[in-house]
């Protein structure tokens, strides 16, 4: 057989030499008579194949030229392709279509009742539910809300869903005043997040007033806490709780920057920090260090904001922390007012992926160990907790509330209220919907009066579902739920109630004894009330 004789130009070379023959071929036709129009095609195909193959940065685009451009579009609206064309309705990545229905038709405020049975496999493990009862009730609608700080100078009632921290910075200034007014109408309270309380969050709506590492609203110039300018934010009227955050389940751990150039004056004006210069959020409190030192932080809190209730959020992560915190509470008998847990599937926020996939308990076993402990220190009737962490449905709800939970708070939910889809670039500037970016180009689009409605009938429209929920089973109150109604699929034979999986300790238990639990055999003698640092036995156990 003959040797074949080798085509001296690689095939993958092909788009660049059409491009070539094609400006060849069109710009002396162009002189002949012929349409212009290819003549710019082909000279801007022949530009970018020339650029291709000179660039070095991308081997892909040398090897590949112009070709390689289709690659990259493809790759880019690769998410969107999946999420409309291939995803399946029960996909939960995050958020199932489904889940995203539900929540965008009680916002609407239209019929979300669906045909035809169920699309989830039942038989599935981890498919969880809540039993019926042949008795329902008549459920007392007053009942949807909770007091928190009774023994506060201002005490606040909290409805049972809220919305979740989002600062202005990460939604648009569109997206926090539709929340703020939809929170005014609805009667529930809406947090600032950490990035502080800008003119956006004054529409009339209750706030909660989170206070991050980087204390914006109540800093020095050195970033340090300011009790002065914390004073006087706290006296606002629509500030009806503070919330200090120690870490949050998007990115337990981490603190942040943000680049000067994205510090607008409006941004700067809320944050209290100077317009264009880059602001630091460190990992950690610089006003306190210790368990105890956090107990005595949250007092100076409350007396500065004129005994306005103040609580923490966290995400769980070593239990020897959460466990010398409370110790720290029983030394001191100083209590936060509420504890929020955030669940480690939150993520408002864009993280690092490492933080989002494999950083913080998720919300079901962090809230039981949380209401648990408290249980077991006798301190549970005197501290509200409240549960965050991918809620959307009644059903979510009632499964928080059965953990422990007084309330919950949703962020992604009342994003897809507005109008969010899921598009995955809250963290690019480039939202579609207007909601997370801080293009004016973008955000104006988004109108206030409309989505401020949905907001108010998503909330509505949910604990409405939730009074059904709870009419079904027989119960009269929120209250009522405990882990004993929730049931779980462990495997295709084999179903557990939340009781049998999630034990709660008896009241007072951890003031008599050590309990049978391993986690509190482990690590409940040796935390401390004074560090967060671990203790030597602990520190022997983990390089066990």
Known sequence: MANRIPWPIPLRYTAFIISLLGLAVTLPAWAMGAPFWPVPLFAALVALGTWDLRQRSRTLRRNYPILAHF???MEGIGPEIRQYFVQSDTEERPFSREQRSAVYQRAKNVLDKKPFGSILDMYAEGYEWINPSLAPSNPDRDAMTVKVGSERRHPYRVSLLNISAMSFGALSGNAIEALNLGARRGGFYHDTGE??????HLQGGDLVWEI?????????????????????????PEVRMIEVKLSQGAKPGHGGILPGAKVTAEIAAARGVPIGEDVVSPASHPAFSTPLEMMHFIARLRMLADDKPVGIKLAIGHPWEWFGMVKAMLESDILPDFIVVDGGEGGTGA???????????????????????????NLRHRIRLAGAGKLTSAFHIARTLALGADWCNAGRGFMFSLGC????????????SGVATQDPRRSRHLDVADKSERVYHYHRNTLE?????????????????????????????QVCSY??????????????????????????????????QPAQVVELLQRA
């Open 71 to 73: 690659r990259y579009c």
């Open 465 to 493: 579902a939730l009074a059904e929920m709870l009419s079904a089973a027989g119960l009269e109150r929120p209250a009522d739920l405990g882990p004993s109604h929730i049931m779980r699929r462990v495997s295709r034979h």
């Open 421 to 432: 889809i899921q598009a995955m670039n809250c963290h690019s500037g480039r939202c579609p």
């Open 499 to 532: 009781a049998e999986l999630y034990p709660v300790l008896a009241p007072g238990e951890l003031l008599r004894h050590l309990p049978d639990q391993p986690l509190y055999q482990r690590y409940w003698e040796e935390s401390r009330a004074n560090s967060f």
């Open 212 to 236: 991050g590492s980087g204390y914006f609203g109540c800093r020095d110039h050195e970033g340090n806490f300011d009790a002065a300018r914390f004073a006087e934010n706290a006296a606002r």
């Open 195 to 200: 990035g502080g309380i800008s003119r956006h």
């Open 351 to 377: 993280s690092p992926l490492e933080f989002i996939n494999r950083l913080g308990m998720p919300l079901v076993e962090a809230l039981s160990l949380v209401h648990s402990t408290l249980v077991g220190a």
